[in-house]
């Protein structure tokens, strides 16, 4: 027989291989047990319960939002109470905006390199949790949309009553209603309600993921509804226990040896009658195979036999390693079975794991200084687990490490970040909405002069940008982008110096930076000197003029990115100059521009059809 054949028909088998060994903890007589009490319940007279209906009391937790962190603007915190907007379509201040769409940002040289083992069916890209006053047994959750719908892709409740004052030790997540991103035709208001799963416990904390990147621009939110019953329904039926990513035991009990097969002799004896050639298959070939394996379906498949017991731990299958899609379930003992495999691990992904004490410094210190040593990428956004002492272990374990991630980790203590600066072999550093301090960022940069990425977008404990920028013209002259969304105290000085410094950028960000002022030229000074540039952002800059427009135009044919939504002096004219300029030119964000009008938008769309060219509306 043809030995692949034989591997594949053998990969087949170990769910039910798995399955069977794990039902032993529920038993077929479990089974019926607890169905005959469902039939019996349900021959009984049923209570009357009454429906609950609340919206969101508090935001408790997000990934990211386009609004400011001193503002309501376009913030998560719209997301709480009654709704401001709906069911008026458009784009409203008063609503919940998450900071990208589409595939854009994707597409810069500031995106991170994708994680192999990512399970097709994880498509989150953001999150925010909603705490609700009473907790209830669910019937509907309903997400009032008011611009742009479809990005929600996963609905979750958790056992956590956030409000109690005894939170139990077991928090459990449990999925309400989970599909892939859909294409919504029309950017009109809507009222979302998928069909959920009934829940077991009782809640009052609601998670809502979203996908943007099927969208053509921002989705905004503006309440989320939850309709339940305060009594327990009926439960469902028993259901055999899930094999998950906390049950990785490397034990050796019942392993067998594959395709051999045994015929007993007369003493009783086994005679090996032949492999079937399965182990005779190269090392290389089985590695191969069960790298296309999910992480959790790799961890099942060490339970079935010696010979992929053994390839399923070798370290080489954990050069790479993402845990965020198994946030809700990954703990310090998760990674306490995965650190004897993760010996040759370089990028670890743990971000939006750990909250609410499923990981400890104990844990993350003891699995960071066993597998940390190779590390060159660490990716911990939303970690709220983290303290001052964590980034202490990083910057101890992780010598060679060069893309550190803290994104929205804004529960870190400022002294925590002067730690980074042990850390000089860093080329990529995100400190998106984090309360890093000027010291510490000025000690950063001294010591990591090969940084090559900076993410300081919402940063607002840093009191003088232009001490910043200054220091990064001199020390990161390799610097090749740079995030200063909604940086508030940044002049046209430090910019000038930023420009003249760092040559090589090819992406800035200066969207709300109000302080920047056209008439100063700042804005002419930095397309002269950065003609590397591919996306540049001025977004929300009223001073934005069309000598600007004209300036990038002549100086920069790479331009791929351009956002001057809310300018008032920019004409069609100088756009048409721009778009003949810039071939390569993708998007296009007119959002709000007093001089360019609907008729105008569609006219240039017409002329530069490859061109994603954004105008977006209130009604």
Excluded at 194 to 213: D, G, Y
Excluded at 227 to 243: F, N, T, V
Excluded at 276 to 298: A, C, N, R
Excluded at 363 to 380: I, N, Q, R, T, Y
Aim: hydrophobic letters at 40%.
């Amino acid at each position: 027989p043809d030995p692949l054949f034989l591997m594949l028909t053998l990969l087949s088998m170990f769910y039910y291989i798995c399955l069977r060994r794990r039902s032993r903890s529920g038993t077929r007589g479990e089974a019926l047990t607890s169905r005959r009490a469902v039939e019996s319940g349900q021959r009984a007279t049923l209570p009357i319960s009454v429906e609950v209906e609340q919206y969101a009391k508090e935001v408790l937790d997000f990934s990211s939002h386009y609004g400011s962190e001193n503002s309501m603007s376009y913030t998560m915190w719209n997301l709480a109470g009654m709704p401001n907007v709906y069911p008026s379509s458009g784009d409203f201040t008063q609503t919940a905006v998450f900071r990208a769409y589409g595939t854009w940002w994707e597409q810069c040289v500031s995106a991170p390199l994708p994680f192999r083992r990512t399970p097709k069916a994880f498509h989150s890209q953001d999150y925010i949790e909603l705490a609700f006053e009473e907790p209830v047994y669910p019937t509907a959750v309903e997400v009032l949309e008011t611009y742009h719908p479809g990005a929600i892709v996963q609905i979750m409740a958790c056992s956590l009553n956030p409000f109690s004052q005894n939170p139990p030790t077991d928090v459990r997540w449990e999925v309400l209603w989970a599909e892939e991103p859909t294409k919504v035709l029309t950017p009109q208001a809507r009222q979302f309600s998928p069909s959920i799963k009934q829940l077991s416990f009782p809640t009052n904390l609601i998670r809502v993921e979203v996908n943007s990147s099927l969208l053509k621009y921002y989705t905004e939110l503006d309440a989320v509804v939850l309709r339940g019953q305060k009594e327990r329904p009926i439960l469902s039926l028993y259901k055999m226990p899930r094999i998950d990513i906390c049950d990785l035991s490397d034990s050796d009990e019942e392993l067998s040896d594959p395709g051999v097969s045994f015929r007993q002799a007369g003493d009783g004896k086994h005679i090996n009658l032949g492999n079937g050639y399965f182990d005779k298959l190269p090392y290389e070939l089985i590695q191969l195979i069960v790298s296309h394996l999910t992480l959790p379906d790799l961890c099942r498949l060490t339970q079935t036999c010696k010979l992929l017991h053994q390839h399923c731990c070798d370290p080489l299958q954990y050069i790479q390693l993402s845990l965020q899609p198994y946030w809700a379930r990954l703990s310090d003992t998760s990674l306490g079975h995965l650190q004897g495999r993760c010996t040759l691990l370089q990028r670890l992904n743990l971000s939006w794991t750990g909250n609410r004490g499923a990981l400890t410094l104990t844990g993350f210190s003891s699995f960071m200084k066993a597998c940390g040593g190779s590390l060159v990428c660490l990716e911990l956004s939303c970690c709220h687990f983290l303290s001052e002492p964590c980034l202490e272990v990083i910057s101890q374990t992780c010598p060679g490490l060069q893309e550190l991630n803290l994104s929205s980790c804004d529960r870190l203590h400022p002294q925590a970040f002067t730690h980074i600066s042990k850390l000089t072999r860093l080329r990529r550093l995100v400190l998106y909405r984090t309360k890093i301090e000027q010291t510490a960022m000025l000690s950063i940069l001294t010591f990591c002069i090969e940084l090559r990425h900076l993410n300081l977008g919402s940063c607002v404990m840093i009191e003088d940008y232009d001490v910043v920028a200054s220091m990064l013209a001199v020390r990161c002259r390799s610097l090749r982008s740079l995030d200063l969304w909604r940086c508030r105290n940044l002049t046209e000085r430090g910019l000038a110096e930023l420009a003249a410094g760092c040559r090589l950028l090819e992406e800035l960000d200066l969207g709300w930076c109000s302080t920047l002022q056209s008439s100063s030229g700042c804005f002419q000074h930095l397309a002269r000197n950065l003609q590397c540039l591919r996306k540049l952002f001025l977004t929300a800059n009223r001073t934005v003029c069309d000598s600007d427009i004209e300036e990038l135009a002549a100086n920069c044919p790479a331009l791929q990115h351009l956002d001057i939504l809310g300018t008032r002096m920019v004409s069609s004219s100088s756009l048409r100059k721009l778009l003949q300029a810039c071939p390569k030119l993708l998007l296009l964000d007119v959002s709000f521009c007093a001089q360019v009008d609907a008729r105008i938008v569609q006219e240039l769309c017409g002329l530069f059809p490859n061109v994603a060219i954004k105008k977006s509306f209130t009604q």
